[in-house]
């Protein structure tokens, strides 16, 4: 079981972000990737619709006898990470938008939260803001154009640049100091959000902290791999592979072969 396989998921490509620092955190851990882009974007669709997702990508992982389950997606942690532990009898590690570092590193007391409308929607997002965010303002912004922009590994240029300043201004206004990256997709976009935001606004992706998790979770189960060797990637789609190995190519900045996931099936 040691030996066994990581699964890693998101509605597309944006939880390339998680993976590159699980790949850091467990260089010797073999790691497996569905990116479910026929069903993407999870953020525009009900809640009954991406639990059903998250549900069937994690019986396709443990159809490949995978040890462990990340949920690297904001939005299907906010909706389904719960029913996945009481489902699923593997560690479940899910993402958190770092509204808690956020809070502590803020010098106006104000800290924006960008992510998708079913994050920041969500029971989850509430509990964590009232337990975590006690003597800040938070500004919850809604940014779901971000996630096409890079699925289409469309990270510099005018068009994105208008885009950011479009959703962050209005924050940044308000006296937001610090800004919550609340959607997986948004770490591709960190340097262009920085750039637009200003030397003097933190920017904060919890994606080191989920690898973090994750470690400290497969120590704990005395589950760390026992190879010395390193730990390979292989990637899958709901969409179409050649799209989709096309942009995870660019994203994770090297060739890669994107098979196709019949089990979830193409989702229109």
């Known amino acids: 079981m040691n030996d066994a396989p990581i699964g890693v998921f998101d509605s597309g490509v944006g939880g390339l972000s998680v993976l590159r620092e699980i790949r850091k955190a467990l260089p010797n851990e073999a790691l497996l990737y569905v990116a479910d882009s026929g069903a993407a974007p999870y953020g525009d669709r009900p809640r009954e619709y991406i639990a059903a997702r998250a549900r069937a990508v994690t019986g396709f992982f443990l159809g490949q006898q995978v040890k462990a389950v990340v949920v690297a997606c904001n939005t299907a942690t906010a909706v389904a990470a719960q029913m996945l532990r009481s489902c699923f009898d593997i560690p479940i590690v899910a993402m958190e938008p770092a509204v808690k570092p956020a809070a502590e590193r803020t010098r106006s007391g104000v800290i924006g939260v960008m992510a998708t409308s079913q994050t920041l929607a969500s029971e989850g997002y509430s509990r964590l803001t009232r337990k975590q965010g006690a003597g800040v303002e938070i500004i919850s912004q809604p940014c779901n154009d971000l996630v096409a922009l890079v699925e289409n590994a469309e990270l510099t240029g005018p068009r994105v640049e208008a885009m950011i300043s479009r959703y962050i201004m209005p924050l940044l206004e308000r006296g937001a100091d610090t800004l919550v990256l609340g959607c997986t997709h948004y770490a591709f976009l960190a340097e262009a959000i920085k750039a637009v935001a200003g030397p003097n606004v933190i920017v904060l992706d919890p994606a080191a902290a989920v690898a973090k998790e994750l470690r400290r979770r497969l120590e704990a189960g ?31 900045g090297e060739d890669v072969d994107v098979r196709a996931a019949p089990v979830l099936g193409l989702v229109a």
């Open 222 to 252: 005395h589950l760390l791999a026992s190879r010395t060797s390193a730990g390979g990637e292989r990637f899958w789609t709901s969409g179409s592979p050649a799209q989709v190995q096309s942009v995870i190519g660019k994203l994770w």
